[in-house]
């Protein structure tokens, strides 16, 4: 395994107190590694599974060139382009139930959408146009050959990848598996990920649901990162390992640390990883592993920690996210997201950036990203961007309001009513 310092090495101007985020990913996207274990399932238990091999068509879909439309199988060769020609229907193909006979010159066959092309025909004329008089048909001048047919292996070719190693299964993939008369595909094992939240300040909902405790004491919180990073971690599909809060102690923080590289492949901590930090989770993530320390240039999120610990069997990559609940958020989407999909085996992991017309001024340094979170919105056919009010990074509701980031690059300058921004929604079709 390639150590994180030699990683880091090949990076040039590294300053740990002034990463760019671009920097940061491609550090952490350059050491993490896919997990390597395999499992087979059946189809519908893929849904939101990352393929672990390319899926190599057995058959040709269609099997068959067959009618994309209902109406007569024709031999083009009879047709006119400068006259009506008049043919006999000798039978009917449908979906399922092919026509056996051959067709003759002067002959078609009356044909469904999905039926196998009768043999000798090569072009389909739409019921529409036809004109019926007993068992003749008349075909207006002017087709063009092999129209309304859908050919053998157009949609998937027989020995070729139907699907690649690394994507996501979603619904399109779960139909096109099947189409395969595949019922089992090879997935990658689920991402197991560990949890904690860390500070002295802080109230779990579990005593709360017990009944354990009071009302919140003066300068206590309730622990809303574990909601939202447990949120997170379901809808990317880990398997999620809840650790609940840890005291800002060195053994209980030791403890935790070591549970938790047992048991998971990445570990996520929030809290206790600024400057100054007067508390032990960070010397506790030195001490068990190779762990870095960053200020990175953006805003929300600056202090983050990344590494990996070792523990006696496996190790486990490392994310030390911020306190602050929206930093903890954006430090995930940016960041770790980007680094558990690697993990999970995808070959895709960035989200497109569009670019809409900001409906208000946004005053911005250059030197840092920012991820200010803002609303799209429809107006007249032209879609526009506006912030969710209070843009600080202890305010969740801004990103409860959002829909989108209004992701405002590192050398970007503030922006002015009317200017393009660019945005990344919060949702996608899935
Ligand atoms: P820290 O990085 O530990 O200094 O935390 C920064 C801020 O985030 C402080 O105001 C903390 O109280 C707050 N914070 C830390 N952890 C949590 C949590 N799990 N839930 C909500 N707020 C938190
Ligand atoms: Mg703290």
Redesign the pocket.
Known sequence: MTALKDVISCISDYDPDALPVARANEIIRSFVRPVAEMESVAVRAALGRVLAEDLISPIDVPAHDNSAMDGWAVRFADLSQQADVALTEIGTAYAGKEFAGKVGPGECVRVMTGAVMPAGTDTVVIQEVGKVEGSRVTIPAGQERGQNTRSAGEDLERGKPALRAGALVRPAELGLIASLGIAQVRVRRRLRVAFF???D??RSLDEVASGAAGPLKKGE??????YTIWGMLERLGCEVIDMG?VRDDPAQLEAAFRRATAAADAVIT?????VG?A?Y?KQMMAKLGEVVFWKIAMRPGR?MAFGRIEGKDNGAYLFGL????V??MVTFYHFVRGALLLMMGRNDTDLPLLRVKSEEAIRKKPGRTEYQRGTLRCTGGEWSVRLTGAQG??ILRSMSEANCFVVLGHEQGSVKPGDPVDVMLMDGLV
Do not use: H, K, M, Q
């Not at 919180?221 to 574990?226: A, E, G, K, L, P």
């Not at 929030?270 to 600024?274: P, Q």
């Not at 911020?322 to 609940?325: D, K, R």
């Open positions: 939240s860390t500070g300040e802080l919180i309730y622990d809303s990162n574990r809060v929030s809290g206790g990883v600024s930090e508390d989770t202090p911020p306190g602050n609940p930093a903890v990074s202890g």
